[in-house]
T-cell receptor, first 113, second 112 residues
Framework: GENVEQHPSTLSVQEGDSAVIKCTYS??????FPWYKQELGKRPQLIID?????GEKKDQRIAVTLNKTAKHFSLHITETQPEDSAVYFC????????????FGTGTRLKVLA | KAGVTQTPRYLIKTRGQQVTLSCSPI?????VSWYQQTPGQGLQFLFE???????NKGNFPGRFSGRQFSNSRSEMNVSTLELGDSALYLCASSITGGSPLHFGNGTRLTVT
């Protein structure tokens, strides 16, 4: 069945450094790849997403890259700040057919001041 | 625009009981999906509804069921509760399937 692997499970970086989280997926029909940030005790919130016809997307300090051939996509956070500390989830979905989201198991990011 | 509303926020139930959780989506959103979140397991997909029809179901036992009403509000029911059902249950709405999800604050269910 569909599977999404997310690495690393925990990540500690110094404030100002970059953080990279990677996800791999198995279903070649997947064409929508969002990233969600969940702060402690709060709901997951969409921070950036990418569709299969695009290889990279940036939004200020956050970027996502997609390699459809290798079936992996990555979240890049530059100039990390303490408020970036949270759990980040990747997900894969299709915009037709199953309408099912499969989430990665999450990465706990700690930004050390 | 009001966000996704889930009620109740907290529930404590005893093994063997049943529970119903409610979700009101963002106005205009017709797709509602449910997820179980437990430490170390991430978000596990339960089911997705669109226009009162269940379009997809995750790998959960038949004790987990749901429905969607004509106003897009959705309910999830868990019967014969087990200790392992203790989790945060998140509802998310989207305009259509495959479009960005907007999550509610969740219902934290504790089974004792």
């Amino acid at each position: 069945g569909e599977n999404v692997e997310q690495h690393p499970s925990t990540l500690s970086v110094q404030e100002g450094d970059s953080a990279v989280i990677k996800c791999t997926y198995s279903d070649s029909a997947s064409n929508y790849f969002p990233w969600y940030k969940q702060e402690l005790g709060k709901r997951p919130q969409l921070i950036i997403d990418i569709r299969s016809n695009v290889g990279e997307k940036k939004d200020q300090r956050i970027a996502v890259t997609l390699n459809k051939t290798a079936k992996h996509f990555s979240l890049h956070i530059t100039e990390t700040q303490p408020e970036d500390s949270a759990v980040y989830f990747c997900a894969v979905s299709t915009t037709s057919g199953t309408y099912k989201y499969i989430f990665g198991t999450g990465t706990r990011l700690k930004v050390l001041a | 625009k009001a966000g996704v509303t889930q009620t109740p926020r907290y529930l404590i139930k005893t093994r063997g009981q049943q529970v119903t959780l409610s979700c009101s989506p963002i106005s205009g959103h017709r797709s509602v999906s449910w997820y179980q979140q437990t430490p170390g397991q991430g978000l596990q997909f339960l089911f997705e509804y669109f226009s009162e029809t269940q379009r997809n179901k995750g790998n959960f036992p038949g004790r987990f069921s749901g429905r969607q009403f004509s106003n897009s509000r959705s309910e999830m029911n868990v019967s014969t509760l087990e200790l392992g059902d203790s989790a945060l249950y998140l509802c998310a709405s989207s305009i259509t399937g495959g479009s960005p999800l907007h999550f509610g604050n969740g219902t934290r269910l504790t089974v004792t």
